[in-house]
């Protein structure tokens, strides 16, 4: 009897509403516990998680019998009612609309994975937009400025 194998990985990106910085390092870590069993619950393998206090970063291995806009749909929206029940933030949280998605291979695995968990770093030499621009052209992504996450 034949089976069914699949491999595919992703690097999931979005941000908070107006890039706010809501984020605060004292609850990131509950944050991408709590996003990191959604998607673990929803089949797929979280590679690595990191967020910074506008934007978060999430690396899957990724189950093919969901949808990626479902999945992200479902982050955002668990995620964003986690962080108003906890009351984490005085200020309103939203997450973004919008997000972006990349495959890569298993043999990017590692690169990424550290990628993900260096954001501190990373963001000490580059902007977020610089960031997520440079991932779009890497990409070929096409894109009009309009339509990007708000860059204040």
């Not at 390092?25 to 991408?32: A, G």
Request: net charge positive.
């Amino acid at each position: 009897m034949g089976n069914t194998y699949t491999q595919s990985y992703f690097h999931l990106i979005f941000a908070v509403q107006n890039r706010m910085t809501l984020i605060h390092k004292d609850w990131k870590q509950e944050l991408e516990k709590y996003i990191t069993g959604i998607i673990q619950n929803h089949g797929h393998k979280l590679i690595a998680i990191g967020s910074m206090p506008d934007h978060i970063h999430i690396f899957i291995g990724y189950n093919l019998n969901q949808k990626i806009p479902d999945l992200v749909e479902i982050v955002k929206t668990s995620s964003n009612g986690w962080i108003k029940e906890k009351r984490f933030t005085p200020f309103k949280f939203n997450w973004q609309k919008g997000y972006g998605a990349f495959s890569y291979a298993h043999s990017q695995i590692d690169s990424v994975a550290k990628y993900v968990l260096n954001q501190k770093e990373h963001h000490m030499k580059k902007s977020f937009k610089e960031e997520y621009l440079e991932i779009l052209r890497k990409f070929n992504v096409p894109f009009k400025e309009e339509y990007l996450f708000d860059f204040i």
